[in-house]
């Protein structure tokens, strides 16, 4: 039998995940679960480094990411899952990255750039938020990851991550191996509005939403703004709904739809209806792993201990070779 290759990725915890997370990140988790070695974990340091005045609410998170990620279809029995700052070799592995790293590598890194300007309603100059793609390095090459699936804002942070493996390597011994990108389809879904969705923008449809939520939820969509009355004929091209129906309705119907609108022959109310219906219905099984789930939120940490101990074990391993590699 072939070892499998080891990838690893995670997520801040800083509230519930939505339709966006869903299709832009876990389901290409659950695929990978067969043929990877998967690490996933929960970065919760991260999440500290932008959300710092208020650190309770990020714990509060922690366990409720780990509830999305399993009624999405992460299998325990297939992946490891950690927590970030139960395993503390993340502090002294990013303390060591921190000695090789050049200040320089981190101030011109666009995605930092990105984000001082886009929180400016929050003082982002410190050294902590400064130094998150070092943290983030740590994260990475701990578990010798040959592959990191990540959207395309995280493509900059892997890329420091493997100059700083090289560097290591170079400078002591080779103990790194450089990991890979592995970029995951961004997720097309749009927020109810059409802008990005955003827990920030409160356009967004969680995985833990009732189906009353759901419901009132894409009854705020807005379709064809050109199209004022049901006798109008409609252009799903320019229409929100329309970009559902193509992920959640069968293609037969979605075909009917895209040619019942432009000539008028059904209208938004009922095309939203069916497409609330299969949406709803698509996450019924999300739904009800998420009831078991929460029924047992003793057996949800212990799934987050067993996570660590795997995850220890192999931090423990590699922090031994880093400190021989340097004589420490
Ligand atoms: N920075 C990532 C994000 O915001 C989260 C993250 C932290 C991560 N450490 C990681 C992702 C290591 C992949 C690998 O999405
Ligand atoms: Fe959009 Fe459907 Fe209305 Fe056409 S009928 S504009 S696709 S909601």
């Known amino acids: ?70 009624s999405a279809g992460l299998l325990p029995d297939k992946s490891t899952f950690f927590v970030q700052s139960h395993i503390k070799e993340h502090a002294e592995l990013f303390l060591i990255l921190s000695m090789i790293t050049p200040v320089p590598w981190l101030e011109r890194n666009p995605t930092y750039k990105d984000q001082i300007m886009q929180l400016s309603n929050k003082d982002l100059s410190t050294f902590g938020f400064l130094g998150y793609p070092v943290l983030q390095a740590a994260d990475i090459i701990m578990y010798k990851a040959y592959g990191v699936p990540v959207g395309i804002d995280q493509v900059p942070h892997v890329e420091i991550t493997r100059e700083i493996a090289r560097r290591f390597n170079y400078l002591y011994k080779k103990v790194f191996p450089e990991p890979k990108t592995i970029l995951t389809d961004t997720s097309k879904i749009l927020g109810i509005d059409r802008r990005k969705m955003s827990k920030s923008y409160n356009n967004a449809i969680y995985l833990s939403d009732s189906k009353d939520d759901i419901a009132s939820k894409t009854a705020r969509m807005v379709t064809d703004p050109k199209r004022a009355r049901k006798n109008d004929p409609g252009n799903p091209d320019v229409c929100n709904v329309f970009e559902f ?56 940490d212990d799934i987050i201990i067993d996570g660590n101990n795997k995850a220890r074990k192999v931090a423990r391993q590699t922090m031994e070779e880093v400190r021989a590699a340097m004589k420490i």
């Open 245 to 300: 129906h193509k992920i959640y309705t069968d293609k037969e119907i979605y075909d009917t739809i895209n040619n019942d609108c432009r000539i008028a022959k059904i209208g938004c109310v009922e095309c939203k209806k069916i497409m609330t219906q299969n949406l709803i219905k698509r996450l019924e099984p999300i739904r009800e792993k998420r009831e078991h789930y929460e029924a047992v939120p003793e057996l949800v």
């Open 1 to 70: 039998m072939t070892v499998k290759k080891r990838i690893l990725s995670g997520m801040r915890p800083t509230g519930p995940l939505h339709l966006g997370n869903l299709h832009g990140a876990l389901l290409n988790w659950v695929e990978m679960q067969e043929q990877y070695d998967c690490f996933f974990f929960i970065a919760d340091w991260h999440a500290l480094t932008s959300n710092y005045e208020d650190p309770g609410s990020i714990s509060d998170y922690v366990r409720g990411m780990m509830i999305d990620w399993l």
